[in-house]
């Protein structure tokens, strides 16, 4: 772990064949490269070193083996996420602040470069930096069995007066638009968070409006389900699930059951490409007049329910480097020239379905020598938030079985909720 | 309390706030104080502290420590007072000490045996974290004296009740076969390691597979590698455990299971049954692991079959979706789908959109994205893929832009029907006059040309345009060539040339031999009014020029056209064949390796692990297994296309499969030809050399009278060949031949190769009158051992025996010693081959090698030299830029130059003998009179050893560049006594 300065905060060896110097390779040849570095992956002197950055601090593994490289990336990430969770923000400060937690950390993370358990909920049972004092036999036993255990998520004994679970699902809706108004290439990636606070090891069974799924179902009872016709389910692309599902079940039975951890976790996440409901259409027009004048029209389209409301919705209009000013008019929202960023920003707080807005602008250039760099159009991109699936993912059940305590499916308090939010939104001009 | 952290949670959606943050942050650990001290004298106070009767205060000291060892400061000397905490019964400062010791133990080994007993101890305490903890320390100190202590602890550890300790004892193995493999096999871990694999607890098992793996990829005896092979029972239990590890148990298990191939195409079939659940993994490891197998078994399933269809439909999605992960994973993502497009193209080919660059992926994504963009394009999607690769021209990013414009050059190639499209659009490009783009579109548009002539050549004149603006070689090459090609369309091709010419000292090599093949097309299609072009660029090349290349192809030219300008047309505007699509494709074998290590480094790279890893494992290489060969009969030709590396099936773990293409060995086997000694190799060198020589002779004769008369120039000096160099001249033209060839005919026959002579081993009167004279030999990759014993006893010798002690390069019989009874005064030669399979242990003298000869007397010890260049394998060449690669990846403190003294050798002779002796010449220089000879070399457990052999006037100066300094006296040696022998 370095930060920004090249300077080593965090350094733990865990092969002999990494020497001290490998610290300094990666500072001269990455960190301080004359040129920036064009791979996360490096070789210097048959040594590779596999970085990620965050903030101002790089994260670093070395290695001399042919070893797993998406290994290696999915395990930084990890680190950076237990870290998150126990103090905070990945920033200089904090590390250097709780460096020994670190230390001590990393001595369970990863044991002669094999990652062992990265699972933040059991590492807080035994790593609390209170320091484990006066723990009995029965107590260490249990920290050892859950560690390595088969359910390693989730410890035994949990009790709650409420059973309550929450489900989110996220959406953000990717898009790429040409110019023309031609989708080139639009997807949704779905996340189904989910919040349990549930007594002892419940288990749980889930369905979705999933095309494999639902048909599969019918077919398994196709008498009771005789004429059930409606659509509306959805064909998933791909999804991936939490360690907790029991994949090999949804292999040959399409159902999803688990046993969650308590708290928060991201149960599934999907990919859809088929059927998306864009929910906004950005049309521009940009016209040049002259070499120190451009004149741009942006519209912008809600296209959903009326009922229903859009929030958080920004759109970015880039602007060439040599910009000098902006006149803006919208009809709706606020919008502003960012030099900064070289963009103007119009901001609308609410939206509601079916609208459709205009923003125009006047942007005056200076004379561009023939030393400006050439402006390259960057994409107009657009934020926002609306409140359903753009793909149309619908939850159909969430049942909750728990054999041992009495407590029934009923009982537990559910809650369910859909946001679609802008993923990298964008519309070439 | 954690229902209150619920509800605060539950609001903010996706906004983690552990409690734990609040403790950390009000609760004053402020460690970053421990960062600031770098007072002096701060030392001497640490140590008062580390001593210090109260236990916070050694606690403080100690952060203090690990803190000054985190910045790279030496705090090596305050290990006593830092072991001394050890005993302290807080877990914290345990393992802060710990932390200490695996970092200095090494610089103190003496000291640190102090550390032993409390680790031993705490192998032993009741609470398993502290015994785990100890377990993991104690591996990680590599220190002799420790490491022998620390077999008890690991068998009571590996089998204690606890699983946290067991599943850390067992990495612990794997720990302690990298300090001392031999220790590992002797005392019986591998078997208890094997024995984990069954444990109740799926991270144990995990752990021991991570373990075996390792382990098994260096194992030093066969009966250890062996039981360290997968057999598909084991697979089979390791599936089943699949589901309850953990991700990364996954992987482990996952990368094991690649290492199996299953007897049997059902066999395989279930296999990817299993393995199919994976890709829907969260963690984009395992989905990569089982996409590995998953490739891996496909190829021992009968193509074209329902179930291959439908197992790669069901790939296309999870690769689809680890695109939407974090950039470095992406990265790795795209690297691997690379592999998996060129390997299996039909996995991908709808998913054409998802490739597609997005404005703000980092460069790293955008490029490899580009590079699948063209791999994927067919004719069916080309328009859409031409017109975003239009767009990524415009921007800023300059390689990024070169590679695109690159890419609509080889849609043109790969898809007809677009052609005239790809090269209007590189036209508007052209239009832009932004420089590079300019250069890159010239470039592609030869390429164009090349694929399809005299169809676009309306273009010729807005690239004769932009003529000035060229400045990168490869493009002012590319559009020499154009001109030349077109020479008779381009008026003023003449005139463009010219100026070319004006700097021609200045080119590279690549644009200067472009422009003098272009002169000569465009003489030879205009002979009128271009013949003092031709001259003067003829004689820029042969008189002016250093570059070999460039000469003999001035030479050449000048002879053709002097002889025979009818034949110089026939060579020179011959037909060129067309070029073929798909050229940057991954070498067959190589791709077949390179999908073996899918998700792994060498993937990412494209290079096989040999190429970047040091030592034993490196040597072995993975293939893709093949089908059973009834199956290949049954299935019939269909299936040729489909199959990569044709393995022999009885060990098609390991095919050896050859990835450095042939040409290398092709050389080397020519010069084998005459090196191999007898009379009849060099025969038919010289057969084969004898119909070159006379024909070249001829053209000389031609070219004195020929040149002056077809070029209707005779005369003036500067239009002969010039004489005054003899070496190269025209008039010494045979002589200088003789001399190319002389190296090949006339010497090798003579000096065929290097044997030593015979050393005394065993005098007579240490062996109770056995005499032992002997030699080490390598014949033909066999290395062997001559013995010539003598009986100088009284009474007849018999029931010889020989035996090897452990030595540095594992050498050992390969078969028992085959001696007759020997009667006095009788003497006997026997020739006995070795294997370097053996016990490896380093020596002193690293060549020593101790060797035990018994006979009917008694048992006879003596120990010999082995002549390290019997131990160069056949394989040690290697191609000009791995050289160089691997010349400058060495730096330059590990070489070591001696001089080796004066010698009546010529460089080619020189090398033929080296070669001889499995020492390659890669390459050659002469500079000034000084030969450089650059040779390399690989000992038999894959030590390269590169050489740079320089010439100077009979004098040899020997500079070598390896990993391991401690061969180098044995390879000076080794050329000092090749040197001698035969001068």
Redesign the interface.
């Known amino acids: 772990v370095y930060n920004h300065k090249g300077?080593?905060?965090?350094?733990?060896?865990?092969?002999?064949d990494i020497g001290?110097n490998a610290?300094d390779a990666f500072r001269v040849n990455v960190i301080h490269a004359r040129q920036q570095v064009?791979?996360?992956?490096n070789?210097i002197?048959?040594t590779?070193f596999?970085h990620?950055k965050r903030s101002n601090i790089w994260l670093c593994a070395v290695?001399?083996?042919?070893?797993?490289?998406?290994?290696v990336?999915?395990?930084?990430?990890k680190m950076l996420e237990v870290m998150?969770?126990?103090?905070?923000k990945i920033n200089e400060?904090n590390i250097?602040?709780?460096?020994?937690?670190i230390?001590?950390l990393l001595?369970e993370l990863l044991?002669?470069g094999?990652?062992?358990?990265?699972?933040?909920g059991v590492l807080?049972t035994?790593i609390?930096?209170?320091?484990?004092k006066s723990?009995t036999?029965e107590e260490?036993?249990k920290?050892?069995?859950q560690?390595?255990?088969?359910i390693?998520w989730r410890r035994e004994g949990i009790k709650?007066?409420?059973n309550?679970l929450?489900l989110?699902v996220?959406e953000s809706v990717n898009l790429?638009m040409?110019p023309q108004g031609q989708v080139?290439?639009a997807?949704v990636?779905g996340r189904v968070?989910m919040?349990s606070?549930l007594s002892g090891m419940p288990e749980c069974k889930f369905g979705i409006n999933d095309k494999v799924i639902v048909e599969s179902r019918r077919a398994a009872d196709s008498s009771s389900a005789a004429g059930a016709t409606k659509s509306g389910h959805i064909a998933i692309?791909?999804?991936?699930?939490?360690?907790c599902v029991?994949?090999?079940k949804?292999?040959t039975e399409h159902a999803i059951s688990f046993i969650p951890p308590?708290?928060?976790f991201?149960l599934m996440?999907y990919?859809n490409t088929k059927d998306i409901s864009l929910p906004f259409r950005v049309i521009p027009l940009v016209r040049e007049i002259g070499r120190t004048k451009m004149e741009v029209k942006v519209v912008v389209k809600s296209n959903f329910k009326p009922s229903l409301l859009a929030q958080k919705v920004e759109v970015r209009i880039p602007t060439p480097l040599n910009t000098s000013g902006v006149q803006v008019i919208c009809m709706k929202g606020k919008a502003r020239y960012k030099a900064s960023d070289n963009a103007i920003v119009w901001k609308i707080k609410r939206m509601g379905g079916m609208k459709e807005w205009q923003l125009s602008a006047e942007i005056d250039l200076l004379n561009a020598t023939d030393k400006a760099?050439?402006w390259?159009?960057?994409?107009i991109s657009m934020n926002f938030e609306v409140p359903f699936a753009a793909s149309g993912f619908k939850v159909r059940y969430l049942k909750v079985f728990e054999s041992k305590l009495n407590y029934s499916d009923h009982d537990v308090i559910k809650w369910v909720r859909y946001?679609g939010k802008s993923g990298?939104y964008?519309t070439?001009c | 309390k954690?229902?209150g952290v619920?509800a605060s949670?539950?609001d903010t959606?996706?906004n983690?706030?552990?409690w734990?943050?609040k403790?950390?942050?009000q609760s004053k650990?402020?460690?970053?104080k421990?960062?600031t001290t770098t007072r002096k004298g701060e030392i001497f106070e640490l140590k008062a502290e580390l001593n210090s009767d109260r236990k916070d205060k050694r606690k403080e000291a100690v952060?203090k420590v690990?803190?000054s060892m985190?910045?790279?400061k030496d705090v090596s000397t305050l290990f006593p007072d830092v072991v001394n905490c050890m005993q302290a019964d807080?877990?914290?400062l345990k393992?802060?000490v710990y932390?200490y010791l695996?970092?200095y133990a090494k610089t103190q080994p003496d000291k640190a045996i102090m550390a032993v007993n409390t680790f031993v101890r705490d192998c032993e305490d009741?609470?398993?974290?502290i015994r785990?903890?100890a377990v993991?320390t104690i591996?990680?100190i590599?220190v002799d004296e420790i490491t022998a202590y620390l077999c008890d602890p690991l068998r009571k550890c590996l089998k204690d009740e606890?699983?946290?300790?067991r599943?850390?004892a067992a990495?612990?193995v794997?720990?302690l076969h990298?300090i001392d493999p031999l220790l590992v096999e002797e005392q019986g871990f591998l078997d208890m390691l094997k024995d984990l694999l069954a444990d109740s607890?799926?991270?144990?098992v995990a752990?021991a597979v991570?373990a075996m793996t390792e382990i098994g990829e260096s194992a030093q005896t066969e009966a250890a590698a062996r039981m360290l092979t997968w057999s598909g029972h084991l697979v089979n239990k390791l599936l089943t455990a699949l589901?309850?590890c953990?991700?990364?148990g996954q992987?482990?298990i996952l990368?094991a299971v690649a290492n199996y191939t299953p007897s049997e195409e059902n066999e395989a079939q279930s296999m990817i049954e299993?393995v199919?659940?994976?890709l829907?993994?969260?963690?984009?490891?395992v989905?990569?692991?089982a996409v590995k197998v998953i490739m891996k078994l496909l190829e021992l399933l009968t193509p074209g079959s329902d179930f291959v269809q439908s197992t790669v439909k069901k790939l296309s999605?999870?690769l689809?979706?680890l695109l939407?992960s974090?950039?470095?994973?992406q990265?790795?993502?795209l690297r691997n789908i690379n592999l998996i497009v060129q390997k299996r193209p039909e996995i991908l080919k709808h998913e054409l959109?998802?490739f597609?660059v997005?404005?703000?992926d980092p460069?790293?994504v955008k490029?490899e994205k580009l590079d699948i963009l063209i791999r994927l394009t067919s004719a069916a999607n080309i328009a859409?893929v031409l017109?975003?690769l239009k767009?990524y021209a415009?921007?800023?990013d300059v390689?990024f832009v070169r590679k695109a414009v690159r890419a609509i050059g080889r849609c043109a190639i790969k898809v007809e029907s677009a052609a005239e499209r790809c090269v209007s659009t590189l036209l508007d490009l052209i239009q832009t006059k932004?420089n590079y783009v300019v250069q890159e579109a010239i470039v592609v548009i030869k390429d164009i040309f090349r694929k399809y002539p005299n169809k676009y050549e309306s273009v010729i004149g807005t690239l004769c345009e932009n003529l000035d603006t060229l400045d990168e070689p490869e493009a002012r090459a590319s559009m020499i060539w154009i001109i030349g090609e077109y020479a008779e369309r381009i008026d003023n091709a003449d005139e463009l040339l010219e100026s070319f010419l004006d700097g021609f000292a200045d080119e590279q090599t690549s644009v200067q031999l472009q422009l003098l093949t272009a002169v000569v097309k465009l003489f030879l299609k205009r002979p009128t009014d271009t013949q003092e072009l031709v001259q003067r660029v003829l004689s820029l090349a042969t008189q002016e020029a250093d570059n070999p290349d460039l000469r003999d192809r001035g030479y050449i030219y000048w002879r053709l056209l002097s002889t025979d300008p009818a034949a110089a047309k026939q060579v020179v505007l011959a037909e060129k064949p067309l070029i073929s699509e798909e050229t940057d494709l991954l070498e067959p074998s190589l791709l077949g390796e390179l999908v073996c290590?899918i998700?792994?480094?060498?993937?990412?790279?494209h290079r096989p692990?040999s190429a970047?890893?040091?030592g034993r494992?490196a040597a072995q290489r993975k293939g893709l297994p093949s089908r059973a060969p009834t199956l290949a009969e049954a299935t019939g030709a269909a299936d040729a296309g489909a199959e990569v590396v044709p393995t022999d099936n009885a060990q098609n773990a390991k095919p050896a499969v050859s990835v450095i293409p042939t040409q290398d060995s092709l050389i080397g086997d020519l010069l084998d030809i005459d090196m191999s000694g007898g009379g009849g190799g060099s025969g038919i060198t010289q057969q084969s050399a004898a119909p070159a020589v006379p024909s070249q002779s001829n053209a000389m004769d031609l070219l004195g009278d020929g040149l002056d008369s077809l070029l209707g120039l005779g005369g003036p000096a500067p239009q002969q060949p010039p004489q005054q160099q003899p070496a190269v001249g025209g008039g010494s033209g045979v002589d200088a031949l003789a001399d190319i060839f002389g190296g090949l005919s006339a010497t090798p026959s003579a000096q065929a190769g290097f044997t030593p002579q015979l050393e005394s081993w065993l005098p007579a009167q240490r062996g109770k009158g056995m005499q032992i004279d002997g030699r080490f030999l390598r014949r033909g990759a066999q290395l062997q051992m001559e013995l010539q014993v003598r009986n100088n006893a009284m009474q007849q010798l018999s029931g010889f025996a020989i035996q090897f002690n452990k030595n540095s390069f594992g050498l050992a019989p390969a078969q028992p010693l085959s001696l007759n009874p020997l009667a006095p005064m009788q003497t006997a030669t026997t020739l006995l081959p070795l294997h370097t399979k053996g016990q490896v242990q380093k020596m002193e003298p690293l060549l020593n090698l101790q060797v035990a000869v018994k006979n009917n007397i008694d048992v006879f010890y003596f120990s010999c030299l082995v002549p390290i260049h019997v131990l160069f394998t056949e394989e040690g060449g290697m191609d000009k830029r791995v050289f160089l690669s691997t010349w400058k990846?060495i730096?330059a403190d590990s070489e070591s130059q001696t001089s080796l003294g004066s010698y009546s050798h010529s460089p080619d002779s020189v090398s033929n003998l080296l070669q001889s002796c499995n020492v390659f010449t890669i390459a050659r220089r002469s500079v000034d009179g000084i030969e450089m000879l650059y040779q390399s070399m690989k000992l038999c457990n894959g030590i390269l050893v590169l050489a740079e052999l320089k010439i100077s006037g009979g004098a040899f100066t020997l500079s070598l560049k390896s990993r391991h300094a401690e061969v180098y006296s044995g390879v000076q040696e080794s050329y000092l006594k090749i040197l001698k022998s035969s001068n």
């Not at chain 1, 094999?114 to 933040?120: E, K, L, R």
């Not at chain 1, 609390?128 to 484990?132: A, E, I």
């Not at chain 2, 009741?126 to 974290?129: A, H, I, S, T, V």
Request: charged share 25%.
């Open positions: 300077e080593v905060l965090i350094s733990r060896v865990y092969r002999d001290r610290v064009r791979s996360p992956v070789m002197a048959r590779s596999f990620v290695s001399k083996k042919n070893l797993n490289a998406a290994l990336f999915q395990f930084l990430y998150g969770s126990y103090f905070g400060e250097k602040n709780n460096f020994v937690l230390y001590e001595d044991d002669y094999y990652p062992q358990n990265t699972d933040t807080k035994f609390t930096q209170q320091g484990v723990q036999k260490t036993t920290i050892t069995n560690v390595t255990g088969q390693a709650y007066r409420r309550e929450f989110d996220v790429l040409s080139l290439s997807h990636s968070l919040k606070y692309d791909d999804c991936q699930f939490h360690q029991k994949l090999s949804f292999d308590d708290g928060e991201e996440r990919r760099k050439k390259t159009r960057p994409p946001i990298l964008e070439r | 954690m229902q619920a949670v539950s959606l996706g983690i706030r552990p734990l943050h403790v950390t942050t650990m402020t460690d970053s421990y960062f952060k690990i803190a985190t910045v790279g807080n877990l914290e393992k802060l932390l695996m970092n009741p609470n398993p974290l785990a903890l993991r591996g990680c590599r606890d699983p946290y300790v599943k850390t990495v612990c794997a720990k990298d607890n799926p991270m144990v752990n991570a589901n309850e953990t991700e990364w992987v482990f990368d299993r199919c659940p994976r829907a993994h969260a963690n984009a490891a989905v990569l692991s999605a999870p689809v979706t939407s974090e950039h470095e994973i990265y790795v993502a959109k998802v597609f997005k404005y703000n460069i790293y490029l859409n017109a975003e767009e415009t921007e800023v390689d932004v290590h998700g792994s480094l060498a993937s990412v790279y692990p970047f890893v040091d494992v990846d730096p």
